[in-house]
């Protein structure tokens, strides 16, 4: 595929971990940098005519920070609640993100303007996952560090996928993303949308209408592929720390997938290639939106985004053949 062919209204979701790794402190000099990045990596795809990009973004390291700041002042300074600590990092990240991605396009001469929208996503209050807390957010600890974190803190701390141990909290499904209208506007007007953050603030709605937050961390690349779906936009790029989805990852028998089947991806997932921690989401994700849409999902490195959309790069999941 060259570049002419490429998809031309495309959901871009960048990894929490990819524009804010572990082993940074996050000053605001690192975040800066790391944005700059993500705009240089970026702006082949932006420099494109006549494309519509949403972008969406993690923020696992950062509202895990957020939490920790509070919860170390808390004698101090009133702690918020979960739902209000993913708006603070939806809006913190998406403000780095516009800011780098619209110097990017000065730079290059592009006039083209990047739009942040807080985006609340809806969920069921009755979704299992709050009395099931499975999503893992903030810092990595040791065993013995984690064991004391829970029993000082009260937070619930679970292995992660051989990385270490990090907080977890309830992440419900999401099942509607609010206000999408206004993210279609902002890509007819021909800017590129920031949206659904951190998987969206997530709420829950009343018969009348009225909405209020409640304690949890959506999923990103679940409400990514939900959003991609409800906006019929043509492809969706997971971006994320790795070049490729592998099987039998970090063995000896380790396989990158370069292309591959929805239901061969489906087999993989049953046969628990992909941890719940690490890639299961974004293969989770990838294959709902192909399932649904008889669309083109890739899941691949930041650092090879325009690669990727151009069919060079990452893992390119197709919809089963007739």
């Known amino acids: 595929m060259t570049a002419r062919e490429a998809p031309s209204r495309i959901l ?16 605001p000099e690192e975040q800066v940098e790391l944005a700059a990045r993500t705009g240089e990596s970026l702006l082949p795809i932006l420099m494109r005519e006549r494309n519509q990009i949403v972008i ?6 950062v509202v895990g920070k957020i939490l920790m700041r509070q919860t170390l002042a808390r004698d101090r ?6 739902d209000i600590c993913v708006a603070h ?18 730079k290059a001469g592009s006039p083209r303007h990047v739009v942040c929208l807080l985006t609340q996503v ?13 999503k893992p957010i903030g810092y990595f600890y040791d065993e013995n560090d984690a ?74 690349d679940l409400s990514s592929a939900l959003m991609a779906k409800v906006l019929g936009l043509d492809a969706l790029f997971i971006l994320t720390a790795v070049p490729r989805v592998s099987i039998h990852f970090g063995t000896a028998r380790e396989k990158p997938l370069a292309k591959v089947t929805v239901d061969d991806l489906r087999a993989y997932q049953r046969e628990g290639h992909f941890a719940a921690g690490s890639m299961g989401p974004k293969v989770e994700a990838a294959a709902r939106f192909v399932e649904e849409t008889g669309k083109l999902a890739v899941i691949a490195h930041l650092d090879e985004a325009q690669a990727a959309v151009c069919g060079d790069a990452g893992t390119r999941v197709y919809p089963a053949p007739a």
């Open 12 to 27: 871009i979701a960048v990894g929490g971990n990819a524009i804010h790794p572990g082993d940074i402190r996050g000053t």
């Open 56 to 61: 969406t973004h993690g923020n696992g390291p």
């Open 89 to 106: 990092s939806q809006g913190g990240i998406a403000y780095l993100l516009m800011q780098a991605l619209e110097n990017a396009l000065r």
């Open 122 to 134: 809806e969920v069921d209050p009755d979704d299992p996952a709050f009395v099931s807390p499975s």
């Open 77 to 82: 300074v009133a702690p918020m609640s979960l």
């Open 147 to 220: 064991l004391e974190v829970q029993a000082t803190l009260g937070w619930t701390m679970r292995e992660d996928a051989g990385r270490g141990w990090r907080l977890v909290v309830p992440s419900p499904e999401p099942r509607h993303i609010a206000d999408i209208s206004l993210v279609q506007a902002v890509l007819e007007s021909g800017a590129v949308a920031i949206a659904g953050g951190g998987g969206g603030i997530p709420v829950v709605r009343a018969p009348d209408g009225t909405r209020r937050g409640l304690a949890a961390v959506i999923d990103k």
